[in-house]
């Protein structure tokens, strides 16, 4: 959009703006909505504003936010800014959003930090203590000496940190350095290794629900002997001795009830996930 074009479109939407106070009640309707649509083109004329500013206070943020998160809240922000922008106190309107987007921002961050501003000030403390006796000893500080420099027992600084630590919010995507300097997704460390996987529990519910169809569908010596065989673990001996029927008898029945089992099987695949 043109500086010429985008002048216009301001003059256009702040005429409307004003002039909406005094629009009739049969015409508000459709006064509001031009009014909306004048403003959403000037919300996406400056909306690399809120990219702009959303990557800054992304980067200084003390735990990981969504970077579309961000950009709602800066969006927000910007909407505020078109529409309370008043051009006779004669500040540019780029300086104006920034500062409504940053501060839209800031205060979703500081909505969802789950320490108390006071708290969140002795953690910036006590990180400034330990940053300066690093640089004063040229080794990393003990606690008991972090605890010294900030004016608190050891007791109660180790306290603090387990408080802090309890809150602190990581990335499942973030990586971390493995064994043999192998770097692996922080994902990988904590998932459960004996886990059923959904994909593969769904498909063996699959599986079950067609083989009991088809047992069902075998003769009755087939499904009893199928059931003493695979459910109840008889051997063909002991199956045998409660039917009444011979070892050799209840191997046949076993394998042709399992050809019909294969074949009904094959008649129905499983659902392979494609359309």
Not at 28 to 41: I, S
Not at 187 to 210: F, I, K, L, N
Request: hydrophobic share 40%.
């Amino acid at each position: 959009m043109t500086r010429g074009t985008l002048g216009w479109l301001w003059s256009r939407y702040l005429e409307a703006r004003d002039a909406l106070a005094g629009v009739s009640a049969a015409d508000r309707g459709r006064a509001e909505r031009e009014l909306r649509v004048l403003r959403d083109r000037l919300v996406v004329n400056y909306s690399p504003l809120v990219n702009y500013v959303a990557c800054r206070v992304a980067a200084r943020a003390i735990w990981p936010v969504e970077h579309e998160d961000v950009l709602s809240w800066g969006i927000f922000g910007l909407l505020e800014a078109v529409e309370t922008y008043d051009p006779a106190r004669r500040t540019k309107f780029e300086s104006y959003a920034i500062s409504k987007i940053r501060w839209a921002i800031l205060d979703e961050l500081r909505r969802l930090d789950p320490l108390s501003r006071s708290l969140r000030r002795r953690a910036r403390e006590v990180e400034s203590a330990r940053s300066e006796l690093a640089q004063r000893l040229g080794r990393t500080p003990t606690e008991e000496e972090v605890a010294c420099e900030v004016g608190v027992g050891v007791s109660e600084h180790r306290a603090f940190l387990a408080r802090l630590w309890q809150v602190q919010v990581g990335s499942l995507e973030a990586c971390i350095d493995g064994k043999n300097g192998l770097r692996r997704d922080l994902h990988q460390t904590v998932a459960d290794g004996h886990a059923v996987d959904p994909e593969s529990a769904a498909a063996a519910a699959e599986v079950r629900a067609r083989l009991v169809e088809a047992i069902q569908g075998l003769g009755e010596k087939e499904r009893v002997v199928t059931t003493f065989y695979f459910y109840e673990g008889l051997t063909l001996r002991e199956i045998g001795g409660a039917m009444s029927l011979t070892e050799g008898r209840i191997s046949q029945i076993l394998h042709a009830a399992l050809a019909k089992l294969r074949e009904a099987l094959s008649e129905n695949p499983a659902p392979t996930g494609r359309s």
